[in-house]
């Protein structure tokens, strides 16, 4: 059994003991989300180095040219924060590459749907903050930036998957400048060929495992990137540059913190607020 997301996490915990013959396989849950349960060795979990995705993402974005940003988090969970944390500290490199001043407005709505109230605030973002790009990240959250934006002739940047038709269809047309992406059907996908066609599952369960560069060479090998075809390339910011800074990232010469307990900004101005709702 596959499932996908936090959330699942009790359901996990009770159901590997009651199934000790059945094999689940949890992407997106840590062992803090099974409780005070650890995987048995019929549970394989899989989690992802979110802040790598979002800072390609930000680095892009700014390199770009963008200047004016916002992070709209859906619920302030680790992947989230990973996300929105990875994606402050690419705005603040690139930041300090273009010799750019750079502002993220940075708020959490506080659920993973947009509403009316997030989308009001949005509107001021854009309309007021002179807010350029929205990084939405958290389920269906992306549904209100992109009706804010709409109003504006704003942007937005995907989250987990390439979300540019989607989201353009919603918005408008080249609404959206690039998706912080992670592999969760790469994953499943290779998972699953491992475990049915090898019989690997030993090496699965009872573990966790976090993904996120697997190649230095090859960008779309990655379990964390941003998409090559819908991703808003400039003159400023190539595909080419793009492959070199995910080398530089694989190589270990740009690194990029996984730490959630401060703010990981020096160069750039974030403005932290309170939860949307």
Excluded at 101 to 109: A, I, L, R
Excluded at 121 to 131: C, I, N, P, R
Excluded at 150 to 179: P, Y
Aim: net charge negative; aromatic share 10%; charged share 20%.
């Amino acid at each position: 059994i596959v499932v996908a997301g936090y959330l699942f996490g009790n359901a996990i915990a009770e159901a590997q003991e009651k199934y000790p013959d059945v094999q689940f396989l949890a992407l997106d849950v840590s062992t803090v989300d099974l409780g005070d349960t650890a995987p048995a060795e019929n549970t394989a979990l899989i989690t992802y180095k979110e802040e790598q995705a979002g800072y390609l993402a930000g680095y892009a974005v700014v390199m770009d040219g963008y200047t004016k940003l916002g992070f709209l988090g859906g619920m302030a969970v680790p992947a989230v924060i990973r996300y929105g944390y990875g994606f402050v500290q690419g705005c603040n490199d690139a930041g300090k590459a273009m010799n750019d001043e750079v502002t993220v407005e940075y708020v959490y709505g506080n659920k993973f749907a947009g509403t009316p109230e997030i989308t009001a605030y949005m509107d001021t973002w854009y309309q007021e903050k002179g807010v350029q790009v929205v990084f939405a990240c958290g389920g269906g959250i992306y549904t209100s930036a992109t009706e804010a934006a709409k109003k504006a002739n704003g942007k937005v940047i995907g989250v987990d998957t390439d979300q540019a038709v989607t989201i353009n269809k919603l918005g408008t047309e080249g609404m959206t400048v690039t998706s912080a992406m992670k592999g969760l059907g790469a994953t499943v996908k290779a998972t699953l060929k491992d475990v049915i066609e090898n019989g690997n599952w030993a090496n699965y369960g009872g573990k966790i495992a976090t993904l996120g560069l697997v190649s230095g060479d090859d960008p779309e090998l990655n379990y964390v990137q941003i998409p090559m075809e819908s991703t808003q390339w400039t003159d400023n910011f190539t595909k080419d540059d793009y492959k070199a800074l995910v080398k530089s990232m694989f190589d270990g010469t740009v690194k990029v913190s996984d730490d959630t307990s401060a703010m990981p900004a020096h160069n750039i101005i974030v403005n932290e607020y309170d939860n949307i709702m």
